[in-house]
T-cell receptor
Framework: GENVEQHPSTLSVQEGDSAVIKCTYS??????FPWYKQELGKRPQLIID?????GEKKDQRIAVTLNKTAKHFSLHITETQPEDSAVYFC?????????????FGTGTRLTIIP | NAGVTQTPKFQVLKTGQSMTLQCAQD?????MYWYRQDPGMGLRLIYY???????DKGEVPNGYNVSRLNKREFSLRLESAAPSQTSVYFC?????????????FGPGTRLTVL
């Protein structure tokens, strides 16, 4: 089955600096890569996703890049703010029109230092 | 819309006891999922249901059973709880047509097995 590795497990950055979280996946058939944000004690919420026919996607301060050849994808957060502090999870799946068996990474705890 | 709801929010069981976790969604989604979240291990898929009337095993199904009661409801049953099942359980739902397969999570159930 699919295996997703995520690094780093913890990340501290100064407010206003950028943060990068990286993930690798094992199954070359995977074609859907979402990123979820989970605040303490809350449910995971999708912040951005990318499909394998796209190399990069951006939404305001958040961007995701995908390298299919190397089988890795990354989350980039620019101009970080205190509200960005949370645990971030990457995931991968073979998109099957309603049958999304997501395999998650182990998470990155991001702390923004004021 | 309430989105995805779960009951109970907290539960303490003794080893060997049984219980059912309830999940309901009001978004008319076809697919529903059960995950468990353990520290340092991300979210792992227990069971999923691609549509009403179908269920399939995920990554960690042992010790659990599920029922897709109707399109709205998807329950998870622990027949004989074990301390290894202490975890936070999340239900999620998605739909290819309406949400492009974004998975929406419930608030979670924190289960402790003594």
């Amino acid at each position: 089955g699919e295996n997703v590795e995520q690094h780093p497990s913890t990340l501290s950055v100064q407010e206003g600096d950028s943060a990068v979280i990286k993930c690798t996946y094992s199954d070359s058939a995977s074609n859907y890569f979402p990123w979820y944000k989970q605040e303490l004690g809350k449910r995971p919420q999708l912040i951005i996703d990318i499909r394998s026919n796209v190399g990069e996607k951006k939404d305001q301060r958040i961007a995701v890049t995908l390298n299919k050849t190397a089988k890795h994808f990354s989350l980039h957060i620019t101009e970080t703010q205190p509200e960005d502090s949370a645990v971030y999870f990457c995931a991968a799946s073979i998109s099957n029109f309603g049958n999304e068996k997501l395999t998650f990474g182990t998470g990155t705890r991001l702390t923004i230092i004021p | 819309n309430a989105g995805v709801t779960q009951t109970p929010k907290f539960q303490v069981l003794k080893t060997g006891q049984s219980m059912t976790l309830q999940c309901a969604q009001d978004m008319n989604h076809n697919s529903m999922y059960w995950y468990r979240q353990d520290p340092g291990m991300g979210l792992r898929l227990i069971y999923y249901s691609a549509s009403e009337g179908t269920t399939d095993k995920g990554e960690v199904p042992n010790g659990y059973n599920v029922s897709r009661l109707n399109k709205r409801e998807f329950s998870l049953r622990l027949e004989s709880a074990a301390p290894s099942q202490t975890s936070v359980y999340f239900c999620a739902s998605s739909d290819w047509e309406s949400s492009y397969n974004e998975q929406f999570f419930g608030p979670g159930t924190r289960l402790t097995v003594l």
